[in-house]
């Protein structure tokens, strides 16, 4: 296995550990009745707008 087939591997592991991060913290978020009908990003989503839109933020977490 290539270096960058190795560090694609990684990404896509980070990269799901984060949106599961993220399903969880939505999950907390939006236990209220009042959010019925809601349910989060898909992970393609997450990946194009939630993730990238925090980067910085997810980032900063996986360094603590």
């Not at 296995?1 to 999950?27: C, F, G, H, P």
Request: negative net charge; glycine residues 2%.
């Amino acid at each position: 296995m290539s270096n960058n087939e190795q560090q694609k591997a990684v990404d896509l592991v980070n990269n799901w550990q984060q949106y599961i991060n993220y399903l969880r913290n939505w999950t907390n978020d939006h236990e209220n009745p009042m959010f019925a009908g809601s349910s989060p990003a898909c992970y393609d989503e997450w990946l194009d707008n939630e993730y990238e839109a925090n980067k910085a933020e997810f980032d900063l977490v996986e360094r603590e």
